[in-house]
């Protein structure tokens, strides 16, 4: 076995080995006629207690169900109510970020490079464990259609869907705004250039995209952004609305009553 | 309930009532504050032949701490214009080092409840926009404001920096706050230039959107349907639109005409009320994102229009 599949298979077996201890909370805030939402708590590996931001929508189900993995940034915001009257919705909030920065609080910028040194103490070995519990966690809910699930985000969907195979669809918006982090890292240790690649290879998302089964759609290979924003925004909205069987929506049509 | 609309946005009537003391709330909020500290600690792992960055800190509204990242050109001992770039409501300010290449002193600030500048205010994500939103005196934006304001203080103050050559940059929360910042610190500002302001417009917004962070007051109102006219009491010190008149320097606004965060409603709006010279740019297709990255140029070349750089790259 290569050392690639040892790391991540020791992150399954960790994950695994911890209870995921789900809390589920209504928020009467964020729900309505046609939708219920719910603060989500979990484990993972650590252990560590992460957050998620939980829509259900009413009637009998089952529902096409997508996880929204986390962005890079201190916070995400709960799911755009479109997506909540179309699916059943969770978003996770990893380890570091909003809701879930206790005890760890993540720096930006920091994130990026911290524990970069070492697979094993790379901030990012959790994180993807972090998304791991929250496909899990999602596709546990017995209310989900099985066959239309997909997984959104950046490389981390990405990773998700390669390490948790089930998923109908994969929507990835391409690598986070990183780069210049990890160049500020290598121009202050030079001397750690080697390692630092080391383990940036371990969670190459070209690596990770061999072991996808799901149709995948990846900004910037197989979709350029014409950047005209909410032209984008449909393209990608419609691509996985298609995969999962709803009907595509606009953000900028959907006015409050 | 939501319906799917047809909108044309530069011709929609949007008003938000002048309460009769919003210059003395404004005045008494920034009398109140102190004078301007500023302590400074170098980075050097941030910094760069041409830049050096600076975590500073100073103290706000209420003697909290406020954090900044502030890059300066590398020079020689001639002033530098200055720069204050405000992030957006989810954002956490970027350390500018790019600005200082172009050779703005820059001050990128995380005004309170952003990361570093959290420990004594934190109403988190969401929540920042609903935070005591039924007062307007202890409305969770009030020190916000007063910490951007402050920013620019302590930059105007800084030995390094040309105070008659100030700008102000951000888009969203960024050009909202630019927006404000012109208008309370008339005397310092020279020009701003503001993508997509938010904070414009606010209780409109509320029924032209499902988008955060302006569905953040459609949730509370579901719970809370009993404050509504307390709200919009309570937003009117807040709203740009009632800050856009008192602005005197030039501005450079520009929008997305299908932004459903900030609905270009209001973007249109606030800049029909924006007094000084100003150019409004709009872009087809393009939502929050205001129409990057051809408005970067633009921005860039107005920046340097008003204050003069000298680029250090």
């Given at each position: 076995?290569?050392?690639?599949?040892?790391?991540?298979?020791?992150?399954d077996?960790e994950?695994?080995?911890v209870?995921?201890g789900?809390?589920?909370?209504?928020?009467?805030?964020?729900?309505?006629?046609d939708?219920?939402?719910?603060?989500?708590?979990?484990?993972?590996?650590?252990?560590?207690?992460?957050?998620?931001?939980?829509?259900?929508?009413?009637?009998?189900?089952?529902?096409?169900?997508?996880?929204?993995?986390?962005?890079?940034?201190?916070?995400?915001?709960p799911?755009?109510?479109?997506?909540?009257?179309?699916?059943?919705?969770?978003?996770?909030?990893?380890?570091?970020?909003?809701?879930a920065?206790?005890?760890?609080?993540?720096?930006?910028?920091?994130?990026?490079?911290?524990?970069?040194?070492?697979?094993?103490?790379?901030?990012y070995?959790?994180?993807v464990?972090?998304?791991l519990?929250?496909?899990?966690?999602?596709?546990?809910r017995?209310?989900i259609?099985?066959?239309?699930?997909?997984v959104?985000?950046?490389?981390?969907?990405?990773?998700?869907?390669?390490?948790?195979?089930?998923?109908?669809?994969?929507?990835?918006?391409?690598?986070?705004?990183?780069e210049e982090?990890?160049?500020?890292?290598?121009?202050?240790?030079p001397?750690?250039?080697?390692?630092?690649?080391?383990?940036?290879?371990?969670?190459?998302?070209?690596?990770?995209?061999?072991?996808?089964?799901?149709?995948?759609?990846?900004?910037?290979?197989?979709?350029?952004?014409?950047?005209?924003d909410?032209?984008?925004?449909?393209?990608l909205?419609?691509?996985?609305?298609?995969?999962?069987?709803?009907?595509?929506?606009?953000?900028?049509?959907?006015?409050?009553? | 309930?939501?319906?799917?609309?047809?909108?044309?946005?530069?011709?929609?009537?949007?008003?938000?009532?002048?309460p009769?003391?919003?210059?003395?709330?404004?005045a008494?909020?920034?009398?109140?504050?102190?004078?301007?500290?500023?302590?400074?600690?170098?980075?050097?792992?941030?910094?760069?032949?041409a830049?050096?960055?600076?975590?500073?800190?100073?103290?706000?509204?209420?003697?909290?701490?406020?954090?900044?990242?502030?890059?300066?050109?590398?020079?020689?001992?001639?002033?530098?214009?200055?720069?204050?770039?405000?992030?957006?409501?989810?954002?956490?300010p970027?350390?500018?080092?790019?600005?200082a290449?172009?050779?703005?002193?820059?001050?990128?600030?995380?005004?309170?409840?952003?990361l570093?500048?959290?420990?004594?205010?934190?109403?988190?994500?969401?929540?920042?926009?609903?935070?005591?939103?039924?007062?307007?005196?202890?409305?969770?934006?009030?020190g916000?404001?007063?910490?951007?304001?402050?920013?620019?203080?302590?930059?105007?103050?800084?030995?390094e920096?040309?105070?008659?050559?100030?700008?102000?940059?951000?888009?969203?929360?960024?050009?909202?706050?630019?927006?404000?910042?012109?208008?309370?610190?008339?005397?310092?500002v020279?020009?701003?230039?503001?993508?997509?302001?938010?904070l414009?417009?606010?209780?409109?917004?509320?029924?032209?959107?499902?988008?955060?962070?302006?569905?953040?007051?459609?949730?509370?109102l579901?719970?809370?349907?009993?404050?509504?006219?307390?709200?919009?009491?309570?937003?009117?010190?807040?709203?740009?639109?009632?800050?856009?008149?008192?602005?005197?320097?030039?501005?450079?606004?520009?929008?997305?005409?299908?932004?459903?965060v900030?609905?270009?409603?209001?973007g249109?709006?606030v800049?029909?009320e924006?007094?000084?010279?100003?150019?409004?740019?709009?872009?087809?297709?393009?939502?929050?994102?205001?129409?990057l990255?051809w408005?970067?140029?633009?921005?860039?070349a107005?920046?340097?229009?008003?204050?003069?750089?000298?680029?250090?790259?």
């Amino acid at each position: 076995m290569s050392e690639f599949d040892r790391y991540w298979r020791a992150v399954d077996e960790e994950l695994a080995a911890v209870p995921a201890g789900p809390v589920l909370t209504q928020v009467p805030a964020r729900s309505t006629v046609d939708f219920t939402a719910y603060d989500v708590h979990l484990t993972s590996i650590g252990p560590y207690r992460i957050f998620g931001f939980l829509s259900i929508p009413t009637g009998d189900g089952p529902f096409p169900a997508v996880l929204e993995t986390p962005r890079y940034g201190s916070v995400n915001q709960p799911p755009h109510y479109r997506d909540r009257l179309r699916y059943l919705t969770f978003t996770v909030m990893h380890r570091g970020q909003r809701l879930a920065d206790v005890p760890f609080q993540a720096g930006y910028p920091g994130l990026a490079t911290l524990g970069i040194e070492d697979p094993l103490s790379y901030v990012y070995r959790g994180i993807v464990a972090d998304c791991l519990r929250g496909a899990e966690f999602l596709r546990s809910r017995q209310e989900i259609d099985p066959a239309r699930t997909a997984v959104t985000g950046d490389d981390l969907a990405l990773l998700t869907a390669a390490r948790r195979p089930g998923f109908a669809a994969m929507r990835s918006s391409g690598p986070p705004e990183v780069e210049e982090e990890i160049a500020d890292r290598l121009r202050a240790y030079p001397e750690h250039t080697d390692r630092i690649q080391h383990t940036r290879s371990l969670f190459d998302p070209d690596r990770h995209a061999e072991s996808i089964t799901a149709a995948t759609l990846r900004v910037g290979r197989d979709l350029e952004l014409t950047h005209r924003d909410a032209e984008d925004d449909a393209v990608l909205d419609t691509w996985l609305a298609g995969q999962l069987g709803v009907a595509p929506m606009s953000k900028f049509g959907l006015v409050p009553r | 309930m939501t319906v799917t609309a047809t909108r044309d946005p530069a011709t929609a009537v949007i008003t938000v009532p002048r309460p009769p003391d919003f210059d003395e709330f404004w005045a008494r909020t920034l009398d109140g504050l102190p004078e301007p500290d500023a302590a400074l600690a170098y980075l050097p792992t941030l910094s760069t032949d041409a830049v050096a960055v600076f975590d500073l800190r100073y103290t706000s509204y209420q003697d909290v701490e406020i954090a900044a990242w502030y890059a300066v050109p590398r020079g020689d001992g001639r002033a530098f214009p200055g720069l204050v770039t405000i992030p957006g409501y989810i954002s956490e300010p970027s350390v500018p080092r790019y600005w200082a290449e172009l050779g703005y002193a820059t001050l990128s600030v995380a005004p309170r409840g952003k990361l570093r500048s959290n420990a004594v205010f934190n109403p988190g994500y969401p929540g920042l926009l609903t935070h005591n939103i039924v007062d307007h005196h202890t409305y969770g934006y009030r020190g916000f404001y007063a910490d951007v304001i402050r920013a620019l203080d302590v930059l105007a103050a800084r030995p390094e920096v040309d105070a008659q050559r100030i700008g102000v940059q951000g888009s969203s929360q960024g050009g909202g706050l630019g927006i404000v910042s012109a208008a309370l610190r008339p005397d310092l500002v020279r020009c701003f230039a503001a993508g997509a302001p938010y904070l414009c417009g606010i209780w409109a917004s509320t029924r032209l959107t499902h988008s955060y962070p302006y569905e953040e007051i459609t949730e509370y109102l579901r719970v809370h349907p009993e404050q509504a006219e307390e709200i919009q009491r309570s937003l009117a010190y807040y709203d740009g639109m009632n800050f856009a008149p008192l602005v005197r320097a030039p501005s450079y606004v520009y929008i997305g005409l299908e932004d459903d965060v900030c609905p270009p409603e209001t973007g249109f709006a606030v800049f029909g009320e924006l007094g000084g010279d100003k150019v409004l740019d709009t872009y087809a297709g393009c939502a929050h994102h205001a129409g990057l990255p051809w408005v970067q140029p633009k921005i860039e070349a107005f920046l340097a229009g008003h204050l003069t750089p000298e680029a250090v790259r």
